[in-house]
T-cell receptor, first 114, second 110 residues
């Protein structure tokens, strides 16, 4: 099956700094990628839809200036958490949609802000 | 709004069957089912498109009732590997923007 990778898989950063998370589709092209956030024992919450070559579409309540998304190519989308705070600590997961409209998830990035 | 799943949690003995339900307040274009193991990302199980179809994948199958805006996941002859949290995901617009359900934690014991 299709493979989606994320980097890094685990990151700790200090409050006030920015963190960039990469999401790559390794063996297929993805015009659309999705970014989710999952808090412990909760469901995944969609943050934004990332479209190659255009601006991301953010869900209600998600701050565009805080969570910067760049979908620079058909295989790469990045999420940058700017001026991170402890409440941003979470499991961030991306997914990519292939031509058959199936979604494949990355392994996730666990962010801890101290 | 987030789809509601029931039950919230269930424990099965190996070989037993289970049904997980997913109910949405919105009209649905498709329903997806995923399984997530602790500390891992969700794994796609299947997608059902509107039309009331039923799909099967080995001993795991699902149905989708478009009129009732509901879907059910059927696990038969459960195996230890079935343990995890099951999420339904609903797409109301046809653009694969999936809203995840509340989740059902399933544990299969020997």
């Amino acid at each position: 099956g299709a493979v989606v990778s994320q980097h890094p898989s685990w990151v700790i950063c200090k409050s006030g700094t920015s963190v960039k998370i990469e999401c790559r589709s390794l063996d297929f092209q993805a015009t659309t990628m999705f970014w989710y956030r999952q808090f412990p024992k909760q469901s995944l919450m969609l943050m934004a839809t990332s479209n190659e070559g255009s601006k991301a579409t953010y869900e209600q309540g998600v701050e565009k200036d805080k969570f910067l998304i760049n979908h620079a190519s058909l295989t790469l989308s990045t999420l940058t958490v700017t001026s991170a705070h402890p409440e941003d600590s979470s499991f961030y997961i991306c997914s990519a949609r292939d031509l058959a409209d199936e979604q494949y998830f990355g392994p996730g990035t666990r962010l801890t802000v101290t | 709004q987030q789809p509601v799943q029931s039950p919230q949690a269930v424990i099965l003995r190996e070989g037993e069957d289970a049904v997980i339900n997913c109910s949405s307040s919105k009209a649905l274009y498709s329903v997806h089912w995923y399984r997530q193991k602790h500390g891992e990302a969700p794994v796609f199980l299947m997608i059902l498109l509107k039309g009331g179809e039923q799909k099967g994948h080995e001993k795991i199958s699902a149905s989708f009732n478009e009129k009732k805006q509901q879907s059910s996941l059927y696990l038969t002859a459960s195996q230890l590997s079935y343990s995890g949290t099951y999420f339904c995901g609903t797409d109301s617009g046809g653009y694969q923007k999936v809203t995840f359900g509340t989740g059902t934690k399933l544990q299969v014991i020997p």
